[in-house]
Nanobody, 118 residues
Framework: QVQLVESGGGLVQAGGSLRLSCAAS????????MGWYRQAPGKQRDFLAR???????NYANSVKGRFTISRDNAKNTVSLQMDSLRLEDTAVYYC????????????WGQGTQVTVSS
């Protein structure tokens, strides 16, 4: 079972940038989708972005044009470049993997905190 570990979170001022990385413990070359969700305190976990094995991407409207997802199958990593960060981007960010629609409990990383300050 491939495990996921996120890194790159931290404290950043509004308008700034952060780059999150998700390292997989094994090959991701046969995993159809890799992506990111986030969860703010007291709120549900929300979809942000995903990338297919062919490189097709999907984004939530809230981050479209500001966040960019990428994937490197050779290095077994997925990244999320976050620009023009806003206070409302403050959340725990989770990497996930999926072969289709279903995401099981074991398909998530442990999360990394992103805090945007004014």
């Amino acid at each position: 079972q491939v495990q996921l570990v996120e890194s790159g979170g931290g404290l950043v001022q509004a308008g700034g940038s952060l780059r999150l990385s998700c390292a997989a413990s094994g090959s991701i070359s046969r995993i159809n989708y890799m992506g990111w969700y986030r969860q703010a305190p007291g709120k549900q976990r929300d979809f942000l972005a995903r990338i297919s094995n062919s490189g097709s991407t999907n984004y939530a409207n809230s981050v479209k044009g500001r966040f960019t997802i990428s994937r490197d199958n050779a290095k077994n990593t997925v990244s999320l470049q976050m620009d023009s960060l806003r206070l409302e981007d403050t959340a725990v960010y989770y990497c996930y993997k999926s072969q289709g629609v279903v995401i099981t409990n074991s398909d998530w990383g442990q999360g990394t905190q992103v805090t945007v300050s004014s």
